[in-house]
Protein backbone atom coordinates (compact mmCIF):
# COMPACT_ATOMS: atom_id res chain seq x y z
CA UNK A 1 0.00 0.00 0.00
CA UNK A 2 2.81 2.18 0.59
CA UNK A 3 4.60 2.34 -2.55
CA UNK A 4 1.17 2.93 -4.24
CA UNK A 5 0.23 5.44 -2.31
CA UNK A 6 3.71 6.85 -2.81
CA UNK A 7 3.21 6.83 -6.68
CA UNK A 8 -0.61 8.49 -6.25
CA UNK A 9 0.99 11.48 -4.72
CA UNK A 10 4.19 11.71 -6.91
CA UNK A 11 1.70 11.69 -9.99
CA UNK A 12 -0.56 14.70 -8.79
CA UNK A 13 1.95 17.11 -7.82
CA UNK A 14 3.39 19.63 -10.30
CA UNK A 15 6.70 19.44 -11.38
CA UNK A 16 9.07 21.62 -9.49
CA UNK A 17 7.38 20.73 -6.24
CA UNK A 18 9.20 18.12 -3.78
CA UNK A 19 7.91 15.46 -1.67
CA UNK A 20 9.24 15.07 2.00
CA UNK A 21 8.28 12.04 3.52
CA UNK A 22 7.70 12.27 6.98
CA UNK A 23 9.00 9.21 8.80
CA UNK A 24 8.84 10.21 12.63
CA UNK A 25 7.62 6.47 14.05
CA UNK A 26 8.23 4.63 11.44
CA UNK A 27 9.80 1.37 10.95
CA UNK A 28 12.90 1.21 8.45
CA UNK A 29 11.42 -1.22 6.56
CA UNK A 30 8.43 1.30 5.76
CA UNK A 31 10.52 4.19 4.80
CA UNK A 32 12.73 1.71 2.55
CA UNK A 33 9.17 0.70 0.42
CA UNK A 34 8.38 4.42 0.37
CA UNK A 35 11.87 4.85 -1.33
CA UNK A 36 11.59 2.13 -3.73
CA UNK A 37 8.31 3.89 -4.82
CA UNK A 38 10.31 6.93 -5.37
CA UNK A 39 11.18 9.16 -2.40
CA UNK A 40 14.08 11.11 -2.32
CA UNK A 41 13.32 13.30 0.69
CA UNK A 42 12.39 12.03 4.02
CA UNK A 43 11.86 14.42 7.30
CA UNK A 44 12.64 13.67 10.61
CA UNK A 45 11.88 14.97 13.78
CA UNK A 46 14.32 13.77 16.67
CA UNK A 47 17.83 13.12 16.26
CA UNK A 48 17.94 10.17 18.00
CA UNK A 49 15.47 8.57 16.18
CA UNK A 50 16.81 9.84 12.85
CA UNK A 51 20.54 8.30 14.13
CA UNK A 52 19.14 4.51 13.72
CA UNK A 53 17.83 4.91 10.45
CA UNK A 54 20.12 6.87 9.09
CA UNK A 55 22.76 4.23 9.93
CA UNK A 56 20.81 1.67 8.14
CA UNK A 57 19.36 3.67 5.15
CA UNK A 58 22.67 6.29 4.43
CA UNK A 59 22.70 8.73 1.79
CA UNK A 60 20.78 7.46 -1.04
CA UNK A 61 17.98 9.60 0.06
CA UNK A 62 18.48 13.25 1.31
CA UNK A 63 17.46 14.24 5.21
CA UNK A 64 15.66 17.52 6.72
CA UNK A 65 15.35 17.89 10.03
CA UNK A 66 11.69 19.08 10.40
CA UNK A 67 11.53 19.15 14.46
CA UNK A 68 12.58 21.19 17.76
CA UNK A 69 16.07 21.27 17.46
CA UNK A 70 17.97 21.66 20.47
CA UNK A 71 21.10 23.73 20.12
CA UNK A 72 22.92 20.42 22.00
CA UNK A 73 21.86 17.97 19.33
CA UNK A 74 22.97 20.70 16.02
CA UNK A 75 26.49 18.94 16.30
CA UNK A 76 24.76 14.87 15.67
CA UNK A 77 22.12 17.00 13.42
CA UNK A 78 24.90 18.30 11.12
CA UNK A 79 26.28 14.88 10.59
CA UNK A 80 23.07 13.57 9.27
CA UNK A 81 20.82 16.10 7.55
CA UNK A 82 21.52 17.54 4.79
CA UNK A 83 19.32 20.59 5.80
CA UNK A 84 17.45 21.71 8.71
CA UNK A 85 13.78 23.45 8.67
CA UNK A 86 13.35 24.62 11.85
CA UNK A 87 15.48 27.34 12.35
CA UNK A 88 13.80 29.99 14.48
CA UNK A 89 16.63 31.96 17.26
CA UNK A 90 19.70 33.65 16.66
CA UNK A 91 21.00 30.85 19.26
CA UNK A 92 20.35 28.08 17.04
CA UNK A 93 21.76 29.62 14.07
CA UNK A 94 24.91 30.26 15.79
CA UNK A 95 25.41 26.51 16.94
CA UNK A 96 25.02 25.73 12.76
CA UNK A 97 27.15 28.43 12.08
CA UNK A 98 29.66 27.14 14.40
CA UNK A 99 29.52 23.34 13.94
CA UNK A 100 29.32 23.88 10.01
CA UNK A 101 32.59 26.25 10.19
CA UNK A 102 34.32 23.36 11.70
CA UNK A 103 33.47 20.83 8.87
CA UNK A 104 34.23 23.87 6.67
CA UNK A 105 30.20 23.51 4.82
CA UNK A 106 27.96 26.32 4.52
CA UNK A 107 24.77 24.55 5.75
CA UNK A 108 21.51 25.10 4.48
CA UNK A 109 18.39 26.27 6.52
CA UNK A 110 14.78 27.11 6.21
CA UNK A 111 13.78 29.33 9.18
CA UNK A 112 10.87 28.16 10.46
CA UNK A 113 7.83 30.81 10.84
CA UNK A 114 5.09 30.50 13.53
CA UNK A 115 2.10 31.84 11.04
CA UNK A 116 -0.60 31.42 14.00
CA UNK A 117 1.33 33.09 16.73
CA UNK A 118 0.44 30.20 18.61
CA UNK A 119 2.50 30.19 21.76
CA UNK A 120 3.02 26.29 22.32
CA UNK A 121 4.71 26.16 19.09
CA UNK A 122 8.31 26.91 17.98
CA UNK A 123 8.74 29.54 15.01
CA UNK A 124 9.40 32.90 14.53
CA UNK A 125 6.14 35.14 14.74
CA UNK A 126 5.96 36.61 11.10
CA UNK A 127 6.76 40.20 12.36
CA UNK A 128 10.03 39.27 13.70
CA UNK A 129 10.66 37.30 11.03
CA UNK A 130 12.53 39.98 9.22
CA UNK A 131 14.70 40.93 11.61
CA UNK A 132 15.92 37.43 12.55
CA UNK A 133 16.85 36.85 9.06
CA UNK A 134 19.20 40.16 8.94
CA UNK A 135 20.61 38.84 12.20
CA UNK A 136 21.57 35.50 10.99
CA UNK A 137 22.38 36.96 7.81
CA UNK A 138 26.03 37.72 9.47
CA UNK A 139 27.05 34.06 9.98
CA UNK A 140 29.49 33.12 7.36
CA UNK A 141 28.72 29.55 7.67
CA UNK A 142 24.80 29.12 7.24
CA UNK A 143 22.77 29.84 4.08
CA UNK A 144 19.19 30.55 4.31
CA UNK A 145 17.17 29.29 1.59
CA UNK A 146 13.45 29.67 2.55
CA UNK A 147 10.66 29.56 4.52
CA UNK A 148 9.24 26.72 6.60
CA UNK A 149 5.57 26.65 8.48
CA UNK A 150 3.34 24.51 10.19
CA UNK A 151 0.35 26.90 10.43
CA UNK A 152 -2.52 25.62 13.07
CA UNK A 153 -4.20 22.93 12.67
CA UNK A 154 -7.99 23.18 11.75
CA UNK A 155 -10.63 20.37 11.42
CA UNK A 156 -11.15 21.88 8.18
CA UNK A 157 -8.48 22.35 6.14
CA UNK A 158 -9.50 25.74 4.00
CA UNK A 159 -8.99 27.55 7.17
CA UNK A 160 -5.16 27.22 7.18
CA UNK A 161 -5.17 28.98 3.43
CA UNK A 162 -4.61 32.75 4.83
CA UNK A 163 -1.38 31.23 6.84
CA UNK A 164 0.30 29.62 3.94
CA UNK A 165 -1.11 32.77 2.24
CA UNK A 166 0.67 34.54 4.93
CA UNK A 167 4.06 32.85 4.69
CA UNK A 168 4.18 33.11 0.82
CA UNK A 169 3.83 36.71 1.07
CA UNK A 170 7.08 36.85 3.79
CA UNK A 171 8.69 34.82 1.44
CA UNK A 172 8.60 36.69 -1.34
CA UNK A 173 9.19 40.49 0.48
CA UNK A 174 12.61 38.21 1.88
CA UNK A 175 13.30 37.92 -1.55
CA UNK A 176 13.44 41.60 -2.69
CA UNK A 177 16.31 42.04 0.57
CA UNK A 178 19.28 40.89 -1.26
CA UNK A 179 21.24 39.94 1.91
CA UNK A 180 24.06 38.23 2.25
CA UNK A 181 23.60 34.02 2.23
CA UNK A 182 20.11 34.54 1.92
CA UNK A 183 18.34 33.05 -1.12
CA UNK A 184 14.99 32.63 -0.92
CA UNK A 185 14.43 29.06 -2.97
CA UNK A 186 12.36 26.67 -0.83
CA UNK A 187 8.68 27.21 0.99
CA UNK A 188 7.85 24.48 2.75
CA UNK A 189 4.47 23.86 3.74
CA UNK A 190 1.50 21.81 4.23
CA UNK A 191 0.79 18.18 5.40
CA UNK A 192 -1.08 15.20 4.26
CA UNK A 193 -4.56 17.07 4.73
CA UNK A 194 -3.61 20.40 3.54
CA UNK A 195 -0.79 19.93 1.09
CA UNK A 196 -3.11 20.91 -1.99
CA UNK A 197 -4.30 23.81 -0.74
CA UNK A 198 -0.44 24.46 0.20
CA UNK A 199 0.40 24.15 -3.36
CA UNK A 200 -1.76 26.70 -4.34
CA UNK A 201 -0.11 28.87 -2.32
CA UNK A 202 3.34 28.76 -3.73
CA UNK A 203 4.96 25.53 -1.68
CA UNK A 204 7.51 23.71 -3.44
CA UNK A 205 8.15 21.73 -0.65
CA UNK A 206 5.25 19.73 0.75
CA UNK A 207 5.24 17.33 4.17
CA UNK A 208 3.59 14.00 4.03
CA UNK A 209 3.41 11.22 6.58
CA UNK A 210 0.25 9.70 7.81
CA UNK A 211 -1.21 9.95 3.84
CA UNK A 212 1.65 7.55 2.87
CA UNK A 213 2.03 5.32 5.89
CA UNK A 214 -1.50 5.14 7.49
CA UNK A 215 -2.03 6.59 11.05
CA UNK A 216 0.77 6.08 13.71
CA UNK A 217 -0.35 2.97 15.73
CA UNK A 218 -0.48 3.30 19.56
Not at 108 to 124: A, C, D, T, Y
Not at 160 to 188: A, G
Request: proline share 4%.
Amino acid sequence: MIKERVKEILSKIPEGVQLLCATKGRSVEEIMEAIEAGITLIGENYVQEAEKKYSIIGKRVKWHFIGHLQTNKVKKALKIFDMIETVDSVKLAYEIDKHAKKKGVVYPVLIEINSGKEKQKSGVFPEDAENLIKEISKFENIKIEGLMTMGPFFEEPEKIRPYFRLTKELFDNFKKLSLPNVEMKYLSMGMSDTWEIAIEEGANIIRIGTLIFGPRKG
